[in-house]
């Protein structure tokens, strides 16, 4: 059987943590920020894991992660 691709749009948006949850930057940070409060712009630098909903999902993109 041949080895499986990853898809390489998730892999760059997506990493692992060591308890194999993933790992996702937040939206809403790239313009239009200046109506945004700096407390606002601050909490979306953080990264977020990824929902339970999503989770299969991101998991059949990524094999081998």
């Not at 998730?10 to 407390?39: D, Q, Y």
């Not at 606002?40 to 977020?48: H, I, P, S, V």
Request: glycine share 4%; hydrophobic share 35%; no cysteine.
């Amino acid at each position: 059987m041949p080895k499986m691709k990853t898809r390489r749009a998730a892999a760059k948006r997506f990493s692992v943590t060591g308890t194999g949850e993933f790992k996702r930057n937040k939206a809403f940070k790239r313009h239009i920020l200046e109506k945004k409060s700096p407390k606002r712009t601050r909490n979306l630098r953080k990264a977020a894991i990824i929902t339970s909903a999503d989770f299969q999902r991101v998991r059949h993109m990524l094999p081998y992660a």
